[in-house]
């Protein structure tokens, strides 16, 4: 290894988009540590720069592109800076088209995380630009180095990629098909997470209802759930992201008899009509998702359901625009996040004639915004008084003084107390609602 790698450099990670890339960037950071980096927590110390980034929507591109051209800046001032760029915009060719155009030094996939070291190695060795994204995953590769930053709370990998292609989704492109990880290399990871000291894990995948699919010995999703349960020292499990037409009996009964699973499911509607479910490639009706979570509440008392929704949907009527408003009032979600439907190429959807104006999507947004923020609002307001069990997660963003902490429900519960409770689960008096978060005090240590 070179002597620049010897622990003098600094790196500093930038990371956009979901969980999945939250998880990535934890590992870029293990991979980065092992090879001598530090991390730095601002851009102007750094002497690496890593990008890792997110294609879902347009304005997610936007946001990355904002934050290059200010980084591409710095990099003039500081010649020495290297610039590294993966994630799910490097998988795309018209993206790395531009990279190159921008002068970008390293850019990797997200199939090949694993060979950082070594692309960062030959840049410092041949001091031209090094390109290197698979086209495709390989093999699953286990056992790679990373830094968790939470001591509380773990994202754990299940699963990777999507085989399901809805018509306006980019990630089955930039993330490859579906595969599995061994149950046995979950659990293992578990295990070491609770030696680590762990309290609470979130398992992921785009689709964790279709987890196990090409494994040698069949293990469903409910299989694992119930596998991750006798892991002693985890006390909380979560899971995103469900898919309506994989929930399955037998993982509402496995959440039901389990304490450890928390009472939350994100379990993405995305549209309310049937025909554009149809046309978004869903295979599902309104009618099976108003089932689904009648009988998911009837059988997990307490149970919070969240989700995705999309507006203005190429082809999308005002009817069913109404019909997702209408699923809105009925499932009363307990959190949504909504989305202006944005075209991305490559995908089914783009090739569609209809396309809605922006203002269309924006007045949709704002109509669908304000329903839902009322439904949040009144939810959690009828929780005032209530006793809560929350897990200390740190000091609160927004106010250093106090602590922010979570419900089983997945709702931030804002509370005074000591940085001694981080990590420990507690029981918190609910004082005052917000739409999206609560006020305590505890009760109880
Ligand atoms: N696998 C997850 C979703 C991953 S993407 C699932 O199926 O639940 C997160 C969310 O982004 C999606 O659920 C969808 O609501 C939204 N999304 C994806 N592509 C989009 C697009 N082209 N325009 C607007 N929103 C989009
Ligand atoms: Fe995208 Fe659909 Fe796969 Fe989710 S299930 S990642 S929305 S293609
Ligand atoms: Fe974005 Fe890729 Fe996640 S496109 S939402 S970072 S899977």
Not at 111 to 116: D, R, W, Y
Not at 186 to 192: A, K, T
């Amino acid at each position: 290894m070179k002597e620049e790698f010897a622990g003098a450099n600094k790196y500093r990670i930038l990371t956009y988009g979901c969980q999945m890339n939250v998880r990535d960037s934890e590992i870029i950071s293990g991979l980065l540590e092992g090879m001598g980096y530090k991390e730095s927590l601002s851009s102007a110390d750094a002497d690496l720069i890593v990008f890792n980034t997110c294609s879902v929507r347009h304005s997610a591109e936007n946001k990355v592109y904002g934050k290059l051209g200010e980084i591409m800046g710095l990099k003039r001032k500081n010649p020495g800076l290297v610039i590294a760029f993966g994630g799910c915009m490097a998988q795309l060719p018209e993206v790395r088209q531009r990279l190159k155009k921008l002068g970008v030094d390293i850019v990797f996939g997200t199939h090949n995380i694993h060979q950082l070291p070594e692309l960062i190695k030959e840049f410092y060795n041949s001091q031209k630009a090094v390109f290197n994204v698979w086209e495709s995953e390989g093999p699953i590769v286990e056992s790679l180095p990373s830094v968790r930053k939470s001591g509380v709370s773990a994202f754990i990998n299940i699963m990777y990629g999507c085989n399901n292609f809805c018509a306006y989704c980019i990630v089955p492109y930039t993330r490859g098909r579906e595969r599995s990880r061994c149950p046995e290399e979950i659990i293992g990871e578990l295990r070491e997470l609770r030696r680590d000291g762990f309290k609470e894990v979130t398992l992921l995948g785009q689709n964790v209802n279709s987890y196990g699919i090409g494994l040698e010995n069949r293990v469903d999703f409910a299989d694992l759930l119930q596998m991750a349960c006798e892991v002693d020292g985890i006390e909380r499990i979560r899971f995103t992201t469900s898919h309506p037409k994989d929930v399955s009996d037998k993982l509402i009964t496995t959440m039901a008899q389990n304490r450890k699973i928390c009472e939350h499911i994100h379990v993405a509607l995305q549209a309310g009509s049937n025909q554009v479910l149809k046309r978004m490639n869903r295979h599902y009706t309104r009618e099976h998702y108003l089932d689904l979570t009648r009988k998911m509440r009837e059988r997990i008392p307490g149970l919070a359901i969240t989700t995705d929704i999309i507006v203005g949907f190429p082809g999308e009527t005002e009817d069913d625009f109404k019909e997702t408003l209408d699923i809105v009032e009925k499932v009363r979600f307990d959190s949504a996040f909504t989305f202006m439907y944005s075209s991305r190429s490559g995908t089914r959807a783009a090739e569609f004639k209809d396309h809605l104006s922006i203002e269309d999507k924006k007045e949709r947004l704002s109509i669908l915004n304000s329903i839902q923020y009322r439904i949040a609002t009144e939810i959690n307001q009828s929780l005032e008084g209530s006793i809560q069990e929350v897990l200390v997660e740190g000091p609160s963003k927004t106010n250093e003084e106090k602590m922010t902490s979570r419900t089983r429900t997945n709702r931030i519960v804002i509370f005074s107390g000591s940085k001694d409770l981080i990590g420990q689960i507690i029981n918190v008096r609910i004082t005052e609602a917000k739409t999206f978060s609560l006020f305590g005090e505890i009760i109880q240590i």
